[in-house]
């Protein structure tokens, strides 16, 4: 099993910028991929960023360009970056893996869930 704790959420306004960690323990070797869902109130969850293995870095074209996901392989931790912050980046904020590699996979359906961490983003 592979447990994911993310922290670093809170409360910015229009324009701010946040940094996201998660910290991933247990048999890390099986998290092949990782990155990032988010929630925003009344939608469905939705892939933001991950490593999806081999060297891919994948973006939501929503985030493109704005935020980034960098990791410290040493210490298992993923981070996301989020600058130039927008309301509509407002959610719950997802850390999660896969035990395959998702390169050339549009499709991801994580093995394991972070807890979540609230971002609010206010006009």
């Known amino acids: 099993q592979v447990q994911l704790v993310e922290s670093g959420g809170g409360s910015v306004q229009a324009g701010g910028s946040l940094r996201l960690s998660c910290v991933a323990s247990g048999y890390t070797s099986m998290a092949y991929a990782m990155g990032w869902f988010r929630q925003a109130p009344g939608k469905e969850r939705e892939g933001i960023a991950r490593?999806?293995?081999?060297?891919?870095?994948d973006y939501a074209d929503s985030v493109k360009g704005r935020f980034i996901i960098s990791e410290d392989n040493a210490k298992n931790i993923v981070y996301l970056e989020m600058n130039s912050l927008k309301p509509e980046d407002t959610g719950v904020y997802y850390c999660a893996a896969s035990r395959v590699c998702l390169r050339g996979n549009p499709n991801w359906h994580p093995d394991y869930w972070g807890q979540g961490t609230q971002v609010t983003v206010s006009s």
């Open positions: 490593f999806a293995g081999d060297g891919v870095t």
